[in-house]
Structure formats: structure tokens, C-alpha cells
């Protein structure tokens, strides 16, 4: 910029107001390591106090024993009290909730497997960003069922798709889901000879005519799971929501066997990692992400495991995925289109610095797999600060106060239609714009949401 325009001022922002010390220093001495950058020396502001084994930087022998660690340590530091000043009291101090725990993955799809097998045996709430590993979830799984049954998949039968449901245990009454499913079965045996025009087909429609009629609200699933099962279904509506766009004139038999075909061959792969979440719910559960989905967030406690040589650094950074196939003369600058380590050493210093306090950072060798065998470099680099320990921190001596998720606004932006649908009826308001539930596509004498409302889930 000053190269291009005369007269230049350069005004550093450099006081860091979200994290401790102890991150502060340890990510500006990593990150210095760069030498194609404006000179920059971040400092903190004494946002958050240091305490010794706030940041640890471990190993361990294989990805079990990483993923039993931040298990132990999420319900170590789960209640311990973490400074958040408001405007009447300047010390004030609440206890860490599960969403105040991020734990950032350089790929989500490569990694998260061990952990939340390990979250789900300790019984603790998490959500995946983005559509990574959404049909491991129970509920999306028996979403998914129910749209194999509308396909008549012989391996799906109203006893099949019934247990699916059971299993997820979302707080249903057995006679509501008994009637859900035979209002499905009635929907199925109109596809092969319908009589009505399109839109009556919508895939969308007898998803949430489904879990109307079963009777589905937060306040009844078990085990306070409420927002985080909404969250997932949020995201299913949005798939669908992606397929029925392309093939919403499809014939009504041809689009259901379609979208059973996407939902079975390709809907877990079809998002990129990275991918964002039209919604806004922020239910209390650790979140799992990729590092370029955090940017911009911070957490009280964020865990960066599976630092892995040829991981991160990725093994792709210099960008030979892409210049095989394109000639690099062809592009013009095209140097500015190829990764370096320097890039991953950015993308990296992100990570540690989403922190406000706590920070867990981890390795561990992945078995029967020789390319990943040893730990990151940058893993490597943080021993070097004083701040970060080589052992497991023990929490119990700190203070403990009653777990109290964060209660924030967020910058959200409404259209007049969403306001239409808040004056109209605040429960399809609050599915659509914080659960991120689609409507189905109507048509245009059936726009008419005050009448749907009443009808589809109305309190």
C-alpha cells in the first residue's frame, strides 16, 4: 500500500484486548519467524490474567490418549471461574461453560473422529461447524432414514425407520411417532401417481411436516440437548434445501430416489471444510471447527490437537495440487496463488490466538500411517516460550463457580421478510433465522406463512 500511494502513515494497532499474557507473548515470538510482514510487536492489555499451566503444549502416544486429554481437561476447566468485567463490576467473574471450549482442527474430516467418539463416552455437548461428520449425529442419521423409507430403499421399512427414531431419543411420545410415520407412508404412496402439481412434493415439507407432527421442541429432549439437536436438524433442512433448489421440477418419485442417492453417496462430501452455517443458534456445547472457520472468534479455552508433521504445515502448502494441472506461466503473478509455509505459520498463530486464556496444544502420531508420524514443527517452535508447559496442568485447586454459558448479541442482519415471519409467528422466526430451517419451496397461492404457522409447529 505505501508502495503504491505517496504519503503514507502507518498507524499499528498493537494492544491485544482479548488474551492473557501468556498467549499473547508465546504467539508473537512464533509468529516474528515471518519475515514477509509489516513490522508489528503485539502487546497485551491485561485482558485476562496469566496463571501458570494455562498453556500447555503436549504429546502423546497415539490419537485415543490425545482425544482422553482434552476430554479431562474440558471437564477439569468446566465451572472454573474465568474473568469476563461488565460495565457494573470490572472483576466480575462467571464459570466456564461448554461453549466457552473451541477445540481447532487444521482438518476437521482428517481428525475429529477420536474425539468425539471420547465427547460422547464422557456425555459431553459439542457441535460440528459446517456439514463435516453431521450423519454422526443421531438425529440427522434418523432424517436420513426417514428419507431412504420415502424412497422405499428395501432396507428401510416403518420398523427400521421407527427404531431410528427411538434411538436418537429426542422426547416423543411412541403414538406421535407412530402417526408421523404413517402421514409419511401416505406421502410415499402419492409419489408414484401424483395428482397435485410440484410443489405438494417438496422434500422440505415433509421434513417439517414430519417433525411437527412427532411432536419435536427443545424443551422435550432429554439431557438438556435441545439447541444442540435443532442445530443439526437446522443443518439438514439446509441440505435439502441445496438439492431441491436444482431438482425441485423433478417428478416426485425421480427426486426422492435422487435425494436418497445424494443423502447415501455424496452429502458427506459434498462441503468443503470451511463451509458456514446459515444460522445463528448457539447452543452450549464445545465447538469443533476448522482453524479458518475460527477466524475472527474467541473462546476462554480453545484446544489445537493433531499438530502432525505434514498435516500442519499441510503437505500441499506449496500449492502442487493445483500447478500440475495448470501450467504456472500461464497465470499471470502466479506466485501469489501458491501456499508457503509462511501462510500455514499465519494460519497457525489464528489458531493460538483465538485463545483468551487456556490453551491446550497437542500431538499425537497417527497408527499404520508413516507420513504422519512426527510432530509439527510449530509445535516444536512453542516450547520455546516460557509460558508453555510440558505437562498436564492440574485445575482442581482453582476457583469453581457455577457453569454460566456467555449470553451475547449477534451482528445480525434481517430482511423484511424476516421480520414478517417474527410478526407473524416468532416460532417459525426463531426456527428459520436462529436454527437455520428452510421453507419449503411454495407455490404461489400457498404463501400464506401466518396459516402455515398455525399449523407447523406453532406454540
Not at 512464533?30 to 510482514?37: G, L, S
Not at 442417492?261 to 458427506?268: R, T
Request: glycine share 6%; aromatic share 12%; with cysteine.
Amino acid at each position: 500500500f505505501k508502495d503504491r500511494y505517496p504519503k503514507v502513515d502507518q498507524i499499528k494497532l498493537e494492544d491485544n484486548f482479548r488474551s492473557s499474557q501468556g498467549i499473547v507473548e508465546t504467539a508473537r515470538a512464533f509468529i516474528e519467524q515471518n519475515t514477509a510482514r509489516l513490522p508489528k510487536a503485539m502487546q497485551p492489555a491485561s485482558a485476562q490474567p496469566y496463571e501458570h499451566g494455562d498453556i500447555c503444549a503436549l504429546q502423546f502416544a497415539d490419537p485415543q490418549a490425545e482425544a482422553a486429554h482434552i476430554v479431562a481437561t474440558a471437564q477439569a476447566l468446566h465451572g472454573v471461574a474465568f474473568k469476563e468485567p461488565t460495565d457494573k463490576d470490572p472483576d466480575h467473574h462467571r464459570g466456564l461453560s461448554w461453549s466457552d471450549m473451541a477445540i481447532l482442527l487444521r482438518s476437521v474430516s482428517g481428525n475429529a473422529e477420536p474425539i468425539t467418539q471420547a465427547l460422547d463416552a464422557a456425555g459431553i455437548r459439542y457441535v460440528i461447524i459446517g456439514m463435516n461428520n453431521l450423519f454422526d449425529t443421531a438425529e440427522a442419521s434418523a432424517a436420513r432414514e426417514l428419507f431412504y423409507y420415502m424412497a422405499s430403499r428395501l432396507t428401510t421399512t416403518e420398523a427400521t425407520l421407527e427404531k431410528a427414531w427411538k434411538d436418537a431419543n429426542l422426547g416423543f411420545a411412541k403414538a406421535d411417532l407412530v402417526k408421523a410415520i404413517a402421514s409419511a407412508t401416505t406421502s410415499r404412496a402419492s409419489l408414484a401417481k401424483p395428482t397435485e402439481r410440484f410443489g405438494f412434493y417438496s422434500i422440505q415439507r415433509v421434513f417439517t411436516n414430519f417433525l411437527a407432527e412427532v411432536g419435536i421442541r427443545e424443551e422435550h429432549v432429554p439431557g438438556d440437548r435441545g439447541g444442540v439437536v435443532f442445530y443439526n436438524l437446522g443443518k439438514f433442512s439446509q441440505l435439502i434445501s441445496d438439492f431441491e433448489t436444482i431438482h425441485y421440477h423433478s417428478k416426485p418419485d425421480e427426486k426422492y430416489e435422487g435425494f436418497a442417492n445424494f443423502l447415501q453417496y455424496h452429502a458427506a462430501g459434498a462441503y468443503p471444510e470451511g463451509w458456514q452455517n446459515s444460522q445463528y443458534a448457539s447452543p452450549d456445547a464445545v465447538r469443533i471447527m476448522t482453524i479458518h472457520q475460527a477466524k475472527g472468534m474467541q473462546w476462554p479455552v480453545v484446544f489445537v490437537p493433531a499438530l502432525i508433521d505434514h498435516r500442519f504445515p499441510s503437505m500441499n502448502w506449496g500449492g502442487r495440487s493445483v500447478w500440475h494441472v495448470l501450467p504456472a506461466d500461464a497465470i499471470p503473478k502466479q506466485q501469489r496463488y501458491r501456499g508457503t509455509v509462511e501462510d500455514e505459520r499465519r494460519l497457525f498463530y489464528v489458531a493460538i490466538t483465538r485463545s483468551q486464556k487456556f490453551l491446550h496444544l497437542t500431538f499425537a502420531p497417527v497408527p499404520k500411517n508413516r507420513l504422519f508420524q512426527n510432530p509439527s514443527e510449530f509445535l516444536t517452535d512453542v516450547y520455546a516460550s516460557k509460558f508453555v508447559k510440558r505437562k498436564a496442568a492440574d485445575y482442581s485447586a482453582r476457583k469453581h463457580l457455577t457453569p454460566t454459558p456467555r449470553r451475547g448479541v449477534a451482528n445480525v442482519v434481517f430482511s423484511f421478510s424476516d421480520l414478517k415471519y417474527f410478526l407473524e409467528c416468532p416460532y417459525q422466526f426463531k426456527l428459520r433465522i436462529l436454527y437455520g430451517f428452510n421453507a419449503p419451496i411454495h407455490r404461489s397461492e400457498e404463501r400464506r406463512v401466518g396459516k402455515e404457522c398455525r399449523s407447523r409447529w406453532s406454540p
